[in-house]
């Protein structure tokens, strides 16, 4: 599929795992833009954003915009939502709850988010696959060490894909080919 220039980059950056902006997850709550969860340690998180936020305006004085969201699609909310390191972006949310909107001002920063999270409880290893991209296979095989090393008191493992997006072909073959066994010699993998 042909991206234009800007999508193309917000696509490898997603890839990636890197990229500058406030760290928000986005959707949408009854059609209107919300956050979906903030990033752990990133600027939204550090202001108080919170999941079910809704965003009704976006501001970015340096870009000279400002625009309600009503109607807005997401590529185009990261598109202005991101932007250069150390630059600010206003947002006006609206929490549940309250009846007035507030405005955050968050202070971009370099986003690094992690492809796979692994969390051990009650005998269980559940590892969290958020992505298909370039860090898969590092933190996979980091993830998969330390299951290695406490695989005597595990009961089990779980691979949670839940609201994974997808991302390289070839990550998705690596991960499925460590649950699925080797296909016969010759036959459909």
């Given amino acids: 599929v042909f991206l234009p220039p800007q ?20 959707g949408y709550k009854d059609s209107r833009l919300a956050v979906i969860a903030p990033l752990s340690g990133t600027p939204a998180e550090k202001a108080g954003v919170q ?17 309600i969201t009503d109607g807005m699609s997401l590529p185009e909310a990261v598109i202005l939502i991101r932007g250069p390191r150390g630059s600010a972006v206003f947002l006006t949310i609206l929490r549940e709850g309250e009846s007035e909107p507030k405005e955050i001002k968050l ?6 988010v992690k492809s796979v999270e692994l969390d051990f409880k009650d005998g269980v290893a559940h590892l969290k696959l958020f992505r298909f991209g ?32 997808g ?5 998705s073959v ?5 649950f ?4 016969p010699a010759g036959g459909p993998n």
């Fill in 7 to 26: 999508e193309q980059k917000q696509s490898k950056d997603d890839l990636s795992g890197a990229f500058e902006g406030v760290g928000i997850q986005l």
């Fill in 51 to 67: 999941a079910g936020d809704l965003i009704l305006k976006i501001r970015d004085e340096k870009k000279g915009i400002e625009k």
């Fill in 107 to 112: 202070v971009r920063e370099e986003i690094v």
């Fill in 134 to 165: 370039e860090r898969t296979f590092q933190e996979w095989d980091e993830a998969v060490a330390k299951i290695l090393d406490r695989q005597t008191e595990l009961k089990g493992v779980v691979l949670d894909l839940r609201n994974n997006p």
């Fill in 167 to 171: 991302g390289f072909l070839q990550g």
């Fill in 174 to 178: 690596f991960i499925a080919s460590e």
């Fill in 180 to 183: 699925l066994p080797a296909s």
